[in-house]
């Protein structure tokens, strides 16, 4: 999203909201909100059509993995904005998202499991919000025990209001 957003701002879409009222604020939370609403649709679409077309179901409940699904897509949509505040390039964002989409199976351990990743990069991996996300997923998807899923989702919150906090501060309607 924040290419698609970046691309918008470089042919001078968003200079005319600078005109506006509109904050900055009110700007990212639309459009964090309009496409989680749209993943949101996607989501039960998908999940009926499991349970209908081939008899597959959650192990755990549906709504808490909809409701994980949804914090974590808002969560990654405000890290967009904030690369889009931090490069002024529809390329440049695109790159660093795809260097980010790359470095973040390493840290949540799709790649390598976290205890074989060096020094202290296992701890700093942890608190990312790449990794929790990836075991509150985990854990309201299989059913298991929600233990540690409340931090978990508080980690992810934090970084939630870190990133809308970050975008809204460096926004820029205009390069």
């Not at 005109?19 to 900055?24: E, G, I, K, N, V």
């Not at 409340?150 to 970084?159: E, K, S, V």
Request: charged content about 10%; proline content about 5%.
């Amino acid at each position: 999203m924040g290419a698609a957003v970046a691309d918008a701002r470089s042919k001078g879409v968003l200079k005319t909201y600078r005109a506006s009222p509109l904050h900055p604020w009110q700007y990212i939370a639309a459009q964090i909100i309009d496409r989680t609403l749209t993943l949101l649709s996607i989501i039960i679409l998908v999940l009926l059509l499991g349970r209908v077309v081939y008899g597959q179901s959650l192990g755990g409940n549906p709504a808490a993995f909809v409701g994980v699904i949804l914090l974590g897509t808002a969560t990654m949509l405000a890290l967009g904005f904030v690369l889009l505040a931090s490069f002024k390039s529809v390329e440049s964002v695109g790159g660093a998202g795809f260097i980010l989409f790359g470095l973040s199976f390493v840290v949540m351990g799709g790649m390598i499991p976290l205890d074989e990743l060096p020094f202290i990069l296992p701890t700093i991996a942890r608190h990312l919000p790449f990794y929790p996300l990836s075991q509150a997923v985990i854990t309201v998807w299989m059913g298991f025990p929600a233990d540690e899923i409340w931090r978990h989702l508080a980690i992810i919150c934090g970084w939630l209001v870190g990133f809308v906090l970050i975008a809204t501060r460096w926004f820029r309607w205009e390069i």
